[in-house]
Each structure stands twice: as structure tokens, then as C-alpha cells.
């Protein structure tokens, strides 16, 4: 069965970096693009970055430029390295995938992770 299962998340001080993997299994992940989102407490669930199954990304204009999304087709992993983390990134951090093309809606993601809390303190 699929399975996505994320870690690297934690308590870090605002500047500080942080490097998110999740794990899939379960599906051809080379045919996938694979999705970060965000949920802080009492908001809706929010975009990060995705990357295409060949490598092509796309980033929030809130991570742009502080965030990077990589993958490892061969070891069926996605990252997202975090850099110059603030405040305002603190969130449960989903990874997700869907078939095929990239996309920023949540919606059309057919597999979600459980989720790794990442708390930047000020």
C-alpha cells in the first residue's frame, strides 16, 4: 500500500535550517510529482513547493528564494530544505503526491503523509 511518511521536523531558533525528507512507497514515485504543504494552527492547509517527476519546481512567493525542493527518484525520497526559517513558517509540514503534472491545490493530491511539526522560535 502507499505510504509517505515525513521526518527532519523540530524546534529551531529564526535563521536556522531545517531539512525535511519524506519517504514514499507503494506507487512508481519517478511518475509522481510530489507536493510540500503547511498547516498552521487554525488555518487552512497552505501551499509550499512541488517538484515534477523529472526535477521541474515551483515555490509560494512566501519560501521563494529561502526554500529548495529536491528528490532522489532512486530512493523514492523528496526533501525540502529550509533556510532562513521565521516565525511565521512554524506549521505541520505535509508531503504529497499525485500522478504526473505538478500543482498547488491540495485537492489534487491522491496521497498525504502523517506530518512533521516544524516550530521557529523568535
Known amino acids: 500500500q502507499v505510504s509517505l511518511v515525513e521526518s527532519g521536523g523540530g524546534l529551531v531558533q529564526a535563521g536556522d535550517s531545517l531539512r525535511l525528507s519524506c519517504a514514499a512507497s507503494?506507487?512508481?514515485?519517478?511518475?509522481?510529482?510530489m507536493g510540500w504543504f503547511r498547516q498552521a494552527p487554525g488555518k487552512v492547509r497552505e501551499f509550499v513547493g512541488t517538484?515534477?517527476?523529472?526535477?521541474?519546481?515551483a515555490y509560494a512567493d512566501s519560501v521563494k528564494g529561502r526554500f529548495t525542493i529536491g528528490r532522489d527518484n532512486a530512493g523514492s525520497t523528496v526533501y525540502l530544505q529550509m533556510d532562513s526559517l521565521k516565525p511565521e513558517d512554524t506549521a505541520v509540514y505535509y508531503c504529497?503526491?499525485?500522478?504526473?503534472?505538478?500543482?498547488?491545490?491540495?485537492?489534487?493530491?491522491?496521497?498525504w503523509g502523517q506530518g512533521t511539526q516544524v516550530t521557529v522560535s523568535s
Open positions: 504529497a503526491a499525485r500522478p504526473t503534472s505538478t500543482s498547488s491545490y491540495a485537492r489534487d493530491y491522491n496521497y
Open positions: 507503494g506507487f512508481k514515485f519517478n511518475w509522481y510529482a
Open positions: 517538484v515534477s517527476g523529472a526535477g521541474s519546481t
